[in-house]
C-alpha cells in the first residue's frame, strides 16, 4: 500500500494549508478562544493550526547576519522568570527568543546558536546597563561595540524622580501633600502627551514644591545628551549636569550619577556617527510583547510564545 502525501494538507489532516494561514493571520489579531469561537473550532485545534502558520514564516524568513542586534530581557510573570529576546535592529525584527533567565550564561545559548561566521558581522550590541549582558557580548563578539539604550538610561532616570515625588510625600502633611497625590503619571510622562489638565497641574505642583520642580528641570535637560554628535561635547554637557547637583540634596539624582558615570562608555557611544540606529523599534517591540502576554493571559506553552514573539514583525502570508 502506497500514501501519497498532498501538499495541500496541512498538519492537521482535517484542515487544508490555506484554512490553516487563514486562521493563523486571524490569530496575529485576535485571541485564540475569539478565532475558535467564530470559526467554531476547538481552542486546541485553532493553537495547533496558528503554530503551523508561524512556523511557515519563520521557514520564510530565515535570520540573516545582522550588524546591529538589541538584546533585552522579558518577564514572563510575577517574580523573577525572565527570558532573553535579541532583535536585528535594521532588519526591525527579533531574531532569537530563549535563555533560562537573564543571566551571562543564557545570553552565551544565543552567540552558540548563531554561530562564529554571523557572529563575526556583528558591529554594534544595544543593551540595558545588565552587566551579565556586556560580559557574555564582550566574550563572544569582543570587536563589536556596545550601546547603552536611551530609553532604559531614561527609566533610571525616571525611577530617581519617582523616588524624589516619594519622599517630598512622606515628608510634608496637610494641604501641600494634595500637591503631590495622584500625580507620578504627570510627573514622569513627556511634556508634550499630557492633557492641558495635566499640564495645568504639572504647573501647580512644580509651582508648590521646590524640590521637585528642580528634580523636573533636571531630567527634562538631561535628555539633551542624546543629541551631540562627538563624545568630547557630550562628556562636557553631563560634567556640568553633574555640577548642577550640588547642594540640591537629591540623593536619587547622585546615585543615578554615579551609575551614568560607570557606564559612560556605553553611553557615550551614542554620540558617533557610526552607532547612530533608531531605537524606537525597541520600545515597540516591548509593546507588541506586552500586547502578546495580555491577550494570552499569560501563556503556559512558552514554544507557542516564542513563535508568537518571533513572528509579530514579520509580513503575512
Known amino acids: ?19 490553516a494561514y487563514y486562521v493563523g493571520r486571524k490569530c496575529r489579531g485576535m485571541t485564540v478562544k475569539d478565532v475558535a469561537k467564530e470559526l467554531k473550532l476547538d481552542w486546541e485545534t485553532v493553537k495547533a493550526l496558528d503554530k503551523e502558520y508561524m512556523e511557515k514564516q519563520l521557514n520564510q524568513n ?19 522568570t525572565y527570558r532573553i529576546v535579541v532583535s536585528d535592529l535594521e532588519r526591525r525584527k527579533p531574531i532569537w527568543y530563549g535563555g533560562k533567565d537573564r543571566s551571562e550564561e543564557s545570553l552565551d545559548i544565543f552567540y552558540q546558536w548563531l554561530g562564529a561566521k554571523k557572529a563575526k558581522k556583528i558591529q554594534l550590541a544595544v543593551m540595558d546597563m545588565w552587566k551579565p549582558f556586556k560580559k557574555s557580548t564582550k566574550k563572544n563578539v569582543s570587536h563589536a561595540a556596545i550601546l547603552y539604550d536611551k530609553f532604559h538610561v531614561m527609566r533610571h532616570l525616571g525611577d530617581a524622580l519617582d523616588t524624589v515625588r516619594k519622599v517630598e510625600y512622606a515628608r510634608l502633611h496637610g494641604k501641600d501633600r494634595s500637591y503631590i497625590k495622584g500625580q507620578k503619571y504627570t510627573l514622569l510622562s513627556n511634556r508634550e502627551n499630557l492633557t492641558l489638565d495635566g499640564r495645568k497641574a504639572l504647573k501647580k505642583l512644580l ?29 562636557r554637557f553631563f560634567d556640568n549636569w553633574k555640577e548642577s547637583l ?36 525597541v520600545e515597540g517591540l516591548n509593546n507588541k510583547i506586552r500586547v502578546i ?25
Open 246 to 281: 550640588r547642594w540640591q540634596r537629591l540623593e536619587p539624582y547622585e546615585k543615578f550619577s554615579e551609575m551614568i558615570e560607570r557606564h559612560w562608555d556605553g553611553i557615550a557611544a551614542n554620540s558617533r556617527p557610526e552607532n547612530k540606529v533608531s531605537l524606537g523599534f
Open 293 to 317: 502576554q495580555r491577550r494570552a493571559y499569560g501563556l503556559r506553552d512558552e514554544e507557542y510564545l516564542r513563535l508568537k514573539i518571533l513572528t509579530c514583525m514579520l509580513p503575512e502570508i
Open 1 to 19: 500500500m502506497k500514501t501519497e502525501k498532498l501538499e495541500w494538507i496541512a498538519d492537521n489532516p482535517f484542515y487544508t494549508k490555506r484554512f
Open 62 to 80: 530565515p535570520v540573516a547576519a545582522a550588524r546591529v542586534i538589541g538584546i533585552d530581557e522579558l518577564s514572563l510573570r510575577k517574580g523573577h
Open 207 to 235: 509651582g508648590a514644591n521646590k524640590r521637585l520642580n528642580t528634580a523636573y528641570l533636571l531630567k527634562e535637560s538631561f535628555g539633551q545628551l542624546w543629541s551631540y554628535q562627538t563624545e568630547g561635547w557630550a562628556r
